[in-house]
């Protein structure tokens, strides 16, 4: 890799900083529900409930962050899920999946919801063995007042491999200590890599509209990481392959941004956080 610098200083322990993300390149197509996509049809379980919103009031303690201002009171109907995307280990062992799982799946409450950071769907994150499932659930409908932004079009994926360096905000504290970076400083180094909007797994944080916080695991305490980021659009940029449609999926987070879900390294069933970038 070349060398690269912040303020004229070499920056230390450059390969060390690299990740490797797995851009999923998401192309409109018609998944089956033992496939990995986006918005196609879930592993569900026919005898397990379909679930509800987690962002209840009170919070639920399962759901997807520990700040909800508000949620959908108790005493009334709360919204079923609709199914965003799965993932298959066959398909994507790069995955963090707890022992005895192979499929990853992720879950929208498809109505505007507010928190310190965004505001966006609730999110809901299951881990199950697909060998103890048997017949196959009918989902729901979506609720009547959905955001057509949260209900993703089926896509499948053309999935590659692409190097990521992370934005300043990202840098290791020694890093940041050994290349004098003021506080609260944010812009990357002068010619430093591009780090775009696209789906992918891992890989570093597209950070833009929203700040790098508070992202501790309220569990156990350790540093939760990148694991997943659902893009609203596809940018030709970084890996070199063509993006046919901007927007396969259909689905918007914010200001156009990356909904970015992050998981504990310590066990990724530990509660997790969405953060809108």
């Known amino acids: 890799m070349r060398q690269l610098t912040y303020d004229g200083v070499p920056i230390p322990g450059l390969n060390d900083l690299v990740r490797t993300a797995i851009r999923l390149h998401p192309a409109p197509g018609l998944p089956r529900p033992d496939e990995s996509h986006f918005g196609g049809p879930l592993l569900w379980p026919s005898d397990e409930p379909w679930p509800e919103c987690p962002a209840t009031w009170p919070p639920d303690p399962d759901a997807s962050d520990d700040a909800w201002p508000g949620g959908h009171p108790l005493d009334e109907p709360v919204p079923a899920m609709v199914g965003a995307a799965q993932f ?6 790069e995955l963090p999946f707890p022992e005895g799982t192979d ?11 507010d928190n310190p950071y965004h505001r966006g769907p609730a ?12 017949d196959i659930a009918e989902p729901p409908p ?3 007042d959905a955001e057509a932004a949260y209900l993703p079009e089926p896509c499948v994926f053309e999935p590659c491999s692409i190097d990521e360096l ?17 506080e609260g400083a944010s812009e990357d180094p002068e010619g430093w890599p591009e780090l775009d909007h696209y789906a992918k797994i891992g890989g570093w944080t597209a950070w833009h509209a929203a700040e790098r916080v508070d992202l501790g695991c309220r569990e156990c305490g350790a540093e939760l990481r990148q694991t997943l980021a659902l893009a609203t659009e596809e940018h030709e940029v970084g890996c070199g392959c063509g993006v046919d449609e901007e927007e396969p999926a259909g689905w918007a987070f914010g200001d156009r941004g990356v909904l970015n879900i992050f998981t504990c390294p310590t066990d990724p069933r530990h509660p997790f956080k969405v953060r809108i970038a």
């Open 88 to 93: 298959f280990r066959d398909d994507f062992p």
């Open 123 to 134: 999110v809901r994150l299951v881990w199950r063995d697909s060998g103890e499932v048997g």
């Open 166 to 182: 992370p934005r300043l905000c990202d840098f290791p504290p020694e890093t940041r200590a050994a290349l004098g970076v003021p």
């Open 142 to 144: 979506a609720p009547e």
């Open 103 to 113: 499929v990853l799946q992720i879950l929208f409450c498809p109505l505007e919801h």
